[in-house]
């Protein structure tokens, strides 16, 4: 009988020694990558609060990544300040932590597109008179202040409040997405602000205690950041994510985490505006 499996294992050892040959040479010879991650947007990134250790989509897809490519991963916990001055001043390899990817980051960091998603409202679910985005206008709506999320209400708002004769939203940095959800239950936000990846996943955590207020303001891309020069390692990971894709892992990773919605069918390179 002939071995069926035999060509199928070394199509597979093929694709691997190729996308490893395509690695440089500094990350062929520490046989690993360095990841920023900074583990407080769940599903994305958190922490597991029965072990304390990384968990997320985030994680799994760095960790069956490196697993494509040969080498290990060495994950580096670190603040949403620090992620792009990590990669350029080389003190990490990649940044894979729900960043998303904007023409602005773009001037110092090449990101490969692996995800889409969009920034959406949502607030108490007790508040029934909040139906609609309009139903925000003159409300107070929060959200991290180290997005481009504060700017991006601020221009839905001008568009959709303010040309229609309603008051202007008014706009509340936070230092988080938790400091925005403790606010909210302080009654001192009516609305805030999260990736719509991250609603149905809070929404599941506190049953009845929150929903979605309409659908996500824009689509973005989510992206997996490298320093501009290392191009060697941008087409290395683009290869192993796309393969990851073609072959079932990646979709089978999103599934796990219930995100499936934000699949990408091909990985694109700065595709965000």
Do not use: H
């Not at 960091?109 to 925000?136: H, M, N, W």
């Not at 004769?165 to 403790?182: F, L, N, Q, W, Y």
């Not at 207020?213 to 290395?236: M, Y």
């Amino acid at each position: 009988m002939k071995n069926l499996f035999l060509p199928s294992l070394l199509v597979g050892l093929m694709a691997s020694t190729s996308v490893l040959a395509a690695l440089p040479a500094a990350i062929k010879d520490k046989g690993e990558i360095s990841a920023a991650i900074v583990p407080n947007y769940p599903p994305m990134d958190f922490k597991d609060t029965a072990t304390n250790k990384l968990t997320g989509l985030d994680f799994d897809l760095g960790n069956a990544l490196v697993e494509r490519l040969g080498v290990k991963i060495k994950w580096q916990e670190t603040g949403f300040e620090q992620m792009l001055s990590g990669l350029t001043t080389k003190r990490v390899d990649i940044v894979l932590s729900g960043m998303s990817d904007t023409a602005e980051r773009q001037k110092s960091v090449t990101f490969i597109d692996y995800f889409t998603s969009g920034p959406q409202l949502y607030t108490l679910a007790k508040r029934e008179e909040l139906k609609e985005l309009t139903d925000l206008c003159g409300k107070k709506v929060g959200t991290s202040r180290r997005t481009t999320w504060p700017s991006e209400i601020t221009a839905w708002s001008k568009e959709n409040c303010e040309k229609a004769g309603k008051p202007a939203i008014v706009v509340i940095g936070t230092e988080g997405s938790a400091d925005a959800r403790a606010q909210l239950q302080q009654n001192r936000l009516d609305a805030a602000m999260q990736g719509s990846e991250t609603i149905p996943y809070l929404m599941a955590l506190d049953k009845g205690k929150y929903k979605p207020v309409g659908l996500a303001i824009s689509k973005q891309f989510t992206g997996l950041g490298i320093e501009k020069s290392n191009t060697e390692l941008v087409t290395a990971i683009s290869e192993a994510l796309q393969g990851m894709i073609d072959d079932g892992t990646y979709g089978k990773i999103l599934k796990k985490w219930d995100l499936e919605q934000g699949a990408v069918e091909k990985i694109s390179i700065n595709a965000g505006q």
